[in-house]
């Protein structure tokens, strides 16, 4: 066993193995008596990379969700943006679909096309909010004009000027509406 410099120069060069094995028992119990301390230390130490692996866990993890809704978010609104910008083709083909004509493929050929993009409006989950006839919402409906008409009741919604539409729990275009009273 090697000794460290200062220790050796407790042990004469001439040792007996009394010596030798009394100033190993010293070291050892100088040794034990270091160890508890170094234990402890080792420990805490431990305890605070174990506490700073956890909370770098937990902070993935919310990194993570909070990711995986904006991307929800960015999608849905991608989504809603792209409606509202076919919307002015569903306003044409209801007003197409309004007016009379006289050439019957015409007049089905327009309602056929309507009907496919009312088809894909419903498998995108896009919902036409009801107007004519419903309570008056300000989160849903436009009032763009008020009549005084005793044969509605109050907050009536009279007349749909143009429909409005939801994407889940999202206006994406109010219905303007007239209201009664």
Partial sequence: MILSKKKQDNVPEEATSEQVNE???????EKNAEQPEEKEDFSKEL???RDKYLRLLAEYDNFRKRSQKEREALYTDVKAETILKLLPIYDNLERALKHETIDEAFYKGVEMTMTQLLDIFDKMGIKEIPAEGEQFDPEKHNAVTHIEDDNFGENVIVEEFQKGFMLGEKV???SMVKVAN
């Fill in 23 to 29: 100033t190993v028992g010293v070291l050892e119990e």
């Fill in 47 to 49: 305890e605070a990379e």
């Fill in 172 to 174: 994406i275009r109010f």
